[in-house]
Every structure is written in structure tokens, then in C-alpha cells.
T-cell receptor, first 114, second 115 residues
Framework: AQSVTQPDIHITVSEGASLELRCNYSYGATPYLFWYVQSPGQGLQLLLK??????LVQGIKGFEAEFKRSQSSFNLRKPSVHWSDAAEYFC????????????FGAGTRLTVKP | EAGVTQFPSHSVIEKGQTVTLRCDPI?????LYWYRRVMGKEIKFLLHFVKESKQDESGMPNNRFLAERTGGTYSTLKVQPAELEDSGVYFC?????????????FGPGTRLTVT
């Protein structure tokens, strides 16, 4: 079965600085990959997804992620962080052909300093 | 279009009591999922409905948990009797039935605290 590791539990960055959140996955084939964000009191919102094709994926709110098969990674990036980006971020991997088999990482909490 | 809604947003109960969580999926979504996140851990899959049928309930922790989706619309998740380790955030998600790709839309979650 697939699995996801988010090595960083908590990250603090200054507003305007760049951001990279790490995600490593384990899966025997090309997976579906997702990044979700959860702001306080809100549900999980999909930021972006990778299914196939271009390995650099653009998402909402200025986020992007790059699928690197050789490193089994799907890191999330943003060139300039805004205070409103403070939230918890979850990477998830889904198995192809099995709609319910999704695995999440433990999440990375992002704090943004003024 | 209304998103996935969950009720209540927060529930505090004593060990041994019963709690029922409700999820209303996006209208027209046949797939409905329940997940749970225990404090500081990953979000874990509990079960999956397709319309009113349980497609996969392999993630249900034990027989104290009962999920239903009568009529294929909203779903309930009952915990009876609740134990301390059941505390966490319970998420519901829904999606269309598609041929290959499954994009799930999540609700805000119900935070369950068992004391």
C-alpha cells in the first residue's frame, strides 16, 4: 500500500519569503498526488493535484508542486508567502484505479512571521 | 454550489456515551468517505460509500463505530460506546463517480473530544 511522509511537522517563515514543504511518497507505480490545506475552522481545500503529464503543477493561491519520480517526492512551493497562508498542509497519495485508497501525510503546520 | 457540511462542528462527551456525527455531501456526489485524524497524526481512511452501499470499510477501527447512508444522501457515523482514544477530528469527503480520477471534496470536520 502507498504511504506518505511529511518530514517537517512545523515550519516558520517570514512574510514575503519563499516556501518549500516536503513530501515523500511510497508507491509501486505512478500515483495520484495531492496537496491540501486546512485553515483554522475550515475543511481541507485542494491546492493542486498531479495525475499525469507535466511534472510541474500549478495550483491555487500561487502554489506549485513538482513531481520527481526519481526522488519519490512532490514538494510544494510558493515564491512569496503571505500571512494568510498560515495553515496546516497535507500531502496525499492516491492509488490509480482505486478511488478510495488515499493516504495522507501527518501534515506540516506553517506559521508566517510579520 | 454548497460544499460538504458536517454537524456538529465540535462534540464533547464522556467515556461510555454515544455520539452521532452527520455528513451532508455535495449534491449529486455518489461517493462519500469518512476519515479521522487523531491529534498530531495523519488523516486515516475509515470507510467509503457508493450511494447507500459500503464499498470499503476496512479502515473502521472496531465494532463500536457504525456508519450509515440511508437513501444514498447524507451519512451518519455513530460511536457507541465512546472511548478516550476515539478523540480526534472526523472528516467527511465526497466525490463524483468518475472513470479514473477521484477528486475528493472535504468538509470542515467534527472535532470529537471524549473525556
Amino acid at each position: 500500500a502507498q504511504s506518505v511522509t511529511q518530514p517537517d511537522i512545523h515550519i516558520t517563515v517570514s512574510e514575503g519569503a519563499s516556501l518549500e514543504l516536503r513530501c515523500n511518497y511510497s508507491y509501486g507505480a505512478t500515483p495520484y498526488l495531492f496537496w491540501y490545506v486546512q485553515s483554522p475552522g475550515q475543511g481541507l481545500q485542494l491546492l493542486l493535484k498531479y495525475f499525469s503529464g507535466d511534472t510541474l503543477v500549478q495550483g491555487i493561491k500561487g502554489f506549485e508542486a513538482e513531481f520527481k519520480r526519481s526522488q519519490s517526492s512532490f514538494n510544494l512551493r510558493k515564491p512569496s508567502v503571505h500571512w494568510s497562508d498560515a495553515a496546516e498542509y497535507f500531502c496525499a497519495v492516491g492509488a490509480r484505479g482505486n478511488n478510495n485508497d488515499m493516504r495522507f501525510g501527518a501534515g506540516t503546520r506553517l506559521t508566517v512571521k510579520p | 454550489e454548497a460544499g460538504v457540511t458536517q454537524f456538529p462542528s465540535h462534540s464533547v462527551i464522556e467515556k461510555g456515551q454515544t455520539v452521532t456525527l452527520r455528513c451532508d455531501p455535495i449534491s449529486g456526489h455518489d461517493n462519500l468517505y469518512w476519515y479521522r485524524r487523531v491529534m498530531g497524526k495523519e488523516i486515516k481512511f475509515l470507510l467509503h460509500f457508493v450511494k447507500e452501499s459500503k464499498q470499503d470499510e476496512s479502515g473502521m477501527p472496531n465494532n463500536r463505530f457504525l456508519a450509515e447512508r440511508t437513501g444514498g444522501t447524507y451519512s451518519t457515523l455513530k460511536v457507541q460506546p465512546a472511548e478516550l482514544e476515539d478523540s480526534g477530528v472526523y472528516f467527511c469527503a465526497s466525490s463524483h463517480v468518475t472513470r479514473s480520477v477521484n477528486e475528493q471534496y472535504f468538509g470542515p470536520g467534527t472535532r470529537l473530544t471524549v473525556t
